[in-house]
């Protein structure tokens, strides 16, 4: 015969065991599930210390950009006197002055604005255009995809400075905006290709086959699915492309078909500067190693970021 005898206090005891047994399955269930991409991405990124680095750089630029007047200490980077022509650097004048009596560290300081906005804007519009037209391509196939990559071919083509070089030189009106339209015009189809390649990988995913089959249309598919799912890549090489932009417009000034005479840019300043080099005068260090701290922050984010959204790349 069973015994059925209940002893005092012996249902209280099982419910606080299957309360325990119910929270440890819950904390196993929340340990082990896995996390998502962006999260995963996050986890990697906050544990190198070359990250923190980028976004300390990083937010000092964007600090200098959006307040120059701040870090230039109320100079104004336009002013030129004769009188303090080439001063050695001072108290007053942190990096000297230059032939026209200009302020160096002033002209230092606002010529991050240029260069940076022409570098932001530019990815910003590669990465609308070329990710959209490349994420389409991959994602529809067929006579679209055929298209796109045959357009793309033949801009990814032509060298970006060479086509810079010779469109501004046939633009009457020189402005950011218009440095920004041309260096975006033979810049998209890198931006592009990775977008389509990233768009091919994806679009017979499961999660696509259930968008599907739950009656959704291919562009909301697209905008939903597809197009989110390529942006680790397209990130990555658009950070470091922004680098590129920067020095490519820096160039540019420096040839004299940049932006105009009107604007502090530390291309100008690098050109204005070597003229004087042979003379002892130095002054291009200041611009050129402005630019180069620059550019250099945004490679080394682009490559900290490479590993971080590149699952192959991370650590097991």
Partial sequence: ?????????????????????????????????????????????????????????????????????????????????????????????WFGTDLQGHDIFARTVYGARASVIVGVLTTAAVVVVGGLLGATAGFYGGWLDSVIARLADI?????????AVVVMQMVSSRTIYS????????????????????????????????????????????????IPNCLGPVIVVATVALGIYIVTEATLSYLGIGLPTTEVSWGMDISAGQQLLREGTPILFYPAAALAITVLTFMMLGDVLSDALDPKARKR
């Fill in 155 to 163: 801009f990814f083509g032509v060298p970006l400075m060479l086509a």
């Fill in 1 to 93: 015969m069973p015994d059925n005898h209940t002893y005092p206090g012996q249902e209280r005891f099982v419910a606080a065991a299957d309360d325990v047994l119910v929270g440890a399955i819950d904390a196993v269930d929340a340990d082990s599930a896995p996390a998502g991409f962006w999260k995963s991405a996050w986890l990697e990124l906050r544990g190198k210390k070359l990250f923190w680095v980028c976004v300390a750089l990083l937010t000092l630029i964007v600090l200098v950009v959006l307040f120059p007047s701040v870090f230039a200490f109320g100079k104004d980077p336009y002013y030129a006197s004769l009188d303090r022509s080439l001063l050695p650097p001072s108290g007053e004048f």
């Fill in 179 to 226: 440095v920004v339209v041309v260096l975006a015009i033979f810049s998209w189809p890198q931006i592009a290709r990775i977008a389509r390649s990233a768009a091919i990988s994806i679009r017979n995913e499961e999660y696509i086959d259930a968008s599907k089959s739950l009656g959704a249309s291919k562009v909301r598919t697209l905008f939903t699915h597809v």
